[in-house]
């Protein structure tokens, strides 16, 4: 098998990278695994299914925060850079965690939370304390307006005003999430001078990157400006977006602070800067830097609000791919911590086709626990919220709790997750739908996840090759991917009917796995017969045409 290579930018062939040709996993540590018997997930627990991660066959994993914290939004209000929650463990847990991943040829990715702090971080207790405080410029604050109140109408992304009030000080600071995360200045050089060494002291202790949450936040407005209105905001949606937020998200001044956090990564050999990005794909290109120099991955959420349809997902890899700067490399994302399970948004059946898409098209893709086996969004009851979102913000769907529930890794009680009440409720069909029932089942999807992720790493096409559309016919999108003289065509139904899709002469092969995991070997000549919500690879010969769509059937051959 050829070493993989990829297009540097020069465009020229240069060896894949391990974070082009690998595949990332997201553990949310609160759920993953519980060793302690507190119904919390913690250190010691995911160190535990390390080898479920190699079984699988992902090349690295992404762990939610773990820093000592309030828990106001569960670890992303930090009151420690450099230390471990006691609830995840302690540090020797954590280089325990890293040397065992590393023994299995693991890499371990940190979410580093730079944009707030928790307002228990001894940084703002000190900030707080007076307006001649030395770190009182560590964070934003302003007078009140003429009024008394709020000195701008910025909102919070968690409801309400993103300004709160110290009366001790008789001034706002700025909160672009909870009150009690209370954004940094990062105008300020000591910020970043701080966040800076913290994450020399991960990487010193072998950290492999960081995910950067909500990276496309991290400066505002130096004139604090008020927001437009948003002219497409309806009754009923989410308040935060009533204005568009022109003056408090994506500065164009970002990129040099982002660009400070890829220096920092960068004195370390072989490590990796992904950035948290919700923004149009054509936004997204400005986050590799001006010369590559920004995040190695500004995360590419398109695909989980994208409509499931054959044409619209072509137009949007089209566009995607159109805005990547030369040698910047892709990325896809079908689930996280913050948005709905996948096999709840398209149903059991497209989950599975879903996953071949992420698994085939150009670009790292991330995994998101679970989803391996079609964990879905569980309904939770009302005294159950843990979530603040939804509490600030209820009614309207946007509450994460349910795509945050334990791993069930068996029908034994809990799941296996723990042998104490779990801090959030499993999924009621968690004794039918566990890790364990989909181990060696032939045809589960955990199986087809496995068996993505082997032809991935035995041919580099499947994960740095060239991405070349083939075309869009009714339900079907087909594409080929190419690399070394190997090519394969990707073709999914992401309809519900059977579909034969007919190519010019030529285009011969045998198709490498379904999504129903049958099929395997079976010949490919001049038509590809898919049943409704079917996805197939299919190896091309050597001397066979490019694949070329002639015709489209209406329904499958018997």
């Known amino acids: 098998m050829p070493d993989p290579t990829t297009d540097g930018p020069d465009g020229l062939p240069q060896p894949a990278k391990w974070w082009q040709s690998g595949v990332i996993y997201q553990v949310y540590p609160r759920s993953f695994q519980d060793s302690d018997g507190d119904g919390v997930g913690d250190l ?101 307006a003429a009024d008394g109140g709020p000195p701008n109408n910025w909102r919070s992304e968690f409801g309400g005003s993103a300004w709160a009030y110290d009366p001790d000080s008789q001034q706002y600071y700025y909160h672009a999430f909870l009150a009690e995360q209370p954004d940094l200045n990062w105008r300020n050089p000591q910020v970043a001078a701080a966040i800076h060494e913290a994450m020399r002291f991960w990487l010193r202790r072998g950290v492999d990157g960081f995910r950067v949450d909500v990276i496309w936040h991290l400066l505002k407005d130096q004139d604090f400006r008020d927001n437009p209105p948003n002219p497409d905001w309806r009754e009923g949606s989410n308040p935060y977006f009533q204005l568009q937020p022109l003056h408090t998200t994506d500065l164009e001044e970002v990129h040099g602070v982002i660009a400070g956090l890829r220096r920092v990564v960068d004195a370390f050999p072989e490590r990796l800067l992904i950035g948290e990005i ?12 001006a010369h590559l120099d920004g995040a190695h991955l500004p995360f590419n959420f398109a695909l989980l609000e994208a409509p499931w349809e054959a044409r619209a997902l072509a137009d949007l890899i089209a566009r995607y791919e159109a805005a990547l700067p030369p040698g910047a490399w892709p990325n896809w994302v079908l689930g996280n911590h913050d948005r709905p399970r996948v096999a709840s948004r398209l149903g059991a059946e497209q989950a599975r086709v879903a996953a071949m898409l992420l698994l085939t098209l150009r670009g ?62 499993l999924d009621a069909n968690f004794p039918e739908n566990n890790l364990m029932q989909h181990r060696g089942a032939p045809a589960s999807l955990y199986t087809l996840y496995q068996t993505l992720l082997r032809l991935r790493r035995a041919h580099p096409a499947l994960a740095v090759g060239r991405y070349q559309p083939v075309g869009v016919a009714g339900d079907l999108l087909l594409y080929v991917r190419a690399h070394a003289g190997e090519r394969f065509l990707v073709a999914l139904n992401l309809g519900g009917a059977p579909a034969v899709a007919t190519f010019a002469p030529g285009a011969d092969g045998r198709i490498l796995l379904s999504t129903f995991c049958d099929r395997v070997d079976e010949p490919v000549t001049g038509a590809l017969a898919l049943r409704g919500a079917e996805g197939v690879v299919v190896r091309l010969e050597p001397e066979a045409a490019w694949p070329r769509l002639a015709a489209l059937g209406a329904a499958a051959p018997a």
């Open 44 to 144: 010691t627990g995911i160190r535990r299914r390390l080898p479920h991660l190699v079984e699988l066959g992902v090349d690295a994993l992404w762990i939610s925060p773990i820093f000592p914290s309030p828990m106001a939004d569960f670890g992303y209000d930090v009151a420690d850079y450099t230390g471990i929650h006691p609830l995840f463990g302690t540090l020797a847990d954590f280089d325990a965690l890293v040397a065992e991943a590393k023994a299995l040829n693991l890499k371990v990715l940190l979410d580093l939370v730079p944009n707030h702090t928790s307002i228990a971080h001894p940084w703002f207790q000190e900030a707080r304390s007076g307006r001649a405080s030395p770190r009182r410029d560590w964070y934003i604050w302003r007078d009140p």
């Open 364 to 425: 790292t893709p991330t995994l998101y626990y679970g989803d391996e086996i079609g964990m879905t969004t569980v309904p939770i009851p009302p005294d159950r919220i843990q979530d603040p979102y939804e509490k600030n913000v209820p009614g309207l769907g946007l509450g994460r709790d349910g795509v945050r529930t334990p791993m069930p890794w068996d029908g034994s009680p809990n799941g296996g997750f723990t042998d104490a009440t779990p801090w959030l409720p």
């Open 278 to 289: 919700y923004l149009p794909v054509e936004r997204l290109g400005a986050y590799y830097g």
